[in-house]
T-cell receptor
Framework: GQNIDQPTEMTATEGAIVQINCTYQ??????LFWYQQHAGEAPTFLSY??LDGLEEKGRFSSFLSRSKGYSYLLLKELQMKDSASYLC????????????WGAGTKLIIKP | NAGVTQTPKFRILKIGQSMTLQCTQD?????MYWYRQDPGMGLKLIYY???????DKGEVPNGYNVSRSTTEDFPLRLELAAPSQTSVYFC????????????FGSGTRLTVV
């Protein structure tokens, strides 16, 4: 079956680094997305990985290992505004290229 | 550039009532989507469209209908509201099925009582 797992909640300190993991099981992997969602707001696109390796975009980086069905989102120099939920989504060609979403990881930043 | 506009932002319906959630995008995106988001759950795809005149069911289509008469508009219709349809609904669009992320509307919080 198709499944995406993320930790439900994580806590980190302002200025620190945090890694949010995502593991997936899909029959037709065709790319992995990370989105940020602040409470009461819509998700916003952060990153996309389709090949193995690290994609860096400012303070945010995303890593993919297709053989392990694993990705992580790395957030550096944490700011209070980074308090949000982070959603992992996998595009699956077996589902007509639609996204399958994880439940999200709520990240709490403490001063 | 407004992006994806959803209306209304909030709505309370009684069981058995009907309503239409409106969604409009001004980015000339071919693909549009309707999702629902329940607490502790991932986004669930209700319906999607790859272009004007073409719609397809997602993971949870029962109780909903859609139409796509123009590239810009993709309304979602609830015919007989049920408490199980209490949720936050998001409309989204994308240029196509590549590495472009989705652009989401601000959401509609619907309560059925």
């Amino acid at each position: 079956g198709q499944n995406i797992d993320q930790p439900t909640e994580m806590t980190a300190t302002e200025g620190a680094i945090v890694q949010i993991n995502c593991t997936y099981q899909t029959s037709g992997f065709n790319g992995l997305f990370w989105y940020q969602q602040h409470a009461g707001e819509a998700p916003t696109f952060l990153s996309y990985n389709v090949l193995d390796g690290l994609e860096e975009k400012g303070r945010f980086s995303s890593f993919l290992s297709r053989s392990k069905g694993y990705s992580y989102l790395l957030l550096k120099e944490l700011q209070m505004k980074d308090s949000a939920s982070y959603l992992c989504a996998v595009r699956d060609w077996d589902s007509n290229y639609q996204l399958i979403w994880g439940a999200g990881t709520k990240l709490i930043i403490k001063p | 550039n407004a992006g994806v506009t959803q209306t209304p932002k909030f709505r309370i319906l009684k069981i058995g009532q009907s309503m239409t959630l409106q969604c409009t995008q001004d980015m000339n995106h071919n693909y549009m989507y309707w999702y629902r988001q329940d607490p502790g759950m991932g986004l669930k795809l209700i319906y999607y469209s790859v272009g004007a005149g073409i719609t397809d069911k997602g993971e949870v289509p029962n109780g909903y209908n859609v139409s796509r008469s123009t590239t810009e508009d993709f309304p979602l219709r609830l015919e007989l509201a049920a408490p199980s349809q209490t949720s936050v609904y998001f409309c989204a669009s994308s240029k196509d099925v590549t590495n472009y992320g989705y652009t989401f509307g601000s959401g509609t919080r619907l309560t059925v009582v």
